[in-house]
């Protein structure tokens, strides 16, 4: 395996429930299940590339609660390098209560605690670090300013970086993002950014062109079960769904993000990077949670093996 990612972003602790149906306001009903985990877009992401195989370095801030060391070891024991992950006293770690429906489609609040404490100058000093990676991975459950200094860090000294403007962030400024290598939001994180609709393939090329004239490279487009949308100035891509029955939709963006770099550092083809990322995705859905739903390289195989889409 070659190539070496770094993870600049958000841990949580995951707290899922898994309900009949969301309550109303006022009401108070009874959910058949509950589990709690590992979680964080960054944190997920850094596990799928981890699980695959990949070289992945996590930068990011725990609490001093009693989830903060579990976090380390978590990350630990998928063999990432926990140098620049820092434990902040008087702090609590992030939180994010997730609400999986019947169908699998989930809602989630976040709770940033430590999370909202990485800075610019906790870039600067795991800089040497930085510098021996291919390709930099950032999302918004950290400070904007974070976001901003990193994507200037890695453009500075020649890294590809890859943003996933998510949680969606009205304030997020195109213009400060406009070097990042790589843009990858849904479709509600889309629609936002570019003020456009997006109810369609479409429309989601129209409203990715408009990030393209703002002066972001490459738009990568996730759609859920309508696939993937590569749009750059040259072209446009269609990444195919993979058909299958979702158990639990919570984590596959992030999937996505993890499968797709794990394969890019390796050989930088971005099309054979994206059609892996929408088959590992289509396999976490497949199964109950984030993180303990994301097959390791062999069982991905497997699962390839299985799909009429692949040889």
């Not at 998510?166 to 290598?181: G, K, Q, S, W």
């Not at 936002?192 to 409203?207: D, H, I, R």
Request: charged content about 20%; proline content about 6%; aromatic content about 6%.
């Amino acid at each position: 395996m070659t190539g070496k990612i770094a993870v600049v972003g958000s841990n949580m602790v995951d707290l899922i429930s898994y309900v009949v149906r969301m309550p109303g306001k006022g009401e108070t009903i009874e959910a058949p299940a509950f589990e709690m985990g590992c979680g964080g877009k960054g944190a997920n992401q850094a596990v799928a590339a981890a699980k695959l195989g990949a070289n992945v370095m996590m930068v990011t801030k725990v609490g001093d609660d009693i989830f903060g060391d579990n976090t380390i070891l978590n990350f630990q024991k998928f063999g990432i390098d926990t140098r620049h992950v820092e434990k902040l006293p008087g702090t609590s770690s992030g939180v994010a209560p997730i609400f999986v429906e019947p169908s699998g489609e989930n809602s989630i609040l976040i709770i940033k605690g430590a999370n909202g404490h990485l800075l610019p100058a906790d870039i600067d000093r795991a800089a040497e670090d930085l510098k021996t990676c291919d390709l930099i991975i950032m999302q918004l459950e950290i400070p904007l300013e974070t976001v901003y200094h990193t994507i200037d860090f890695g453009h500075r000294h020649g890294i590809e970086t890859l943003l996933n403007p998510a949680p969606a962030a009205p304030d997020l400024d195109p213009e400060r993002i406009a070097d990042v290598t790589f843009l990858v939001p849904n479709e509600t994180e889309l629609a936002l950014l570019s003020g456009l609709p997006v109810g369609n393939p479409e429309q989601a090329e129209t409203a990715a062109r408009s990030l393209l004239a703002k002066g972001i490279r490459t738009v990568i487009v996730t759609l859920g079960a309508k696939g993937a949308l590569l749009v750059t100035a040259t072209a446009t891509e269609k990444i195919a769904p993979i058909p299958v029955v979702a158990k639990d939709t919570t984590g596959a963006g992030d999937a996505f993000i993890g499968a797709f770099a794990c394969s890019y550092v390796q050989d930088h083809d971005l099309m054979a990077a994206l059609t892996i990322a929408a088959r590992y995705a289509a396999d976490s859905i497949t199964k109950p949670g984030t993180q303990k739903s994301y097959a390791n390289a062999q069982e991905f195989a497997a699962f390839r093996a299985g799909t009429t889409l692949d040889p």
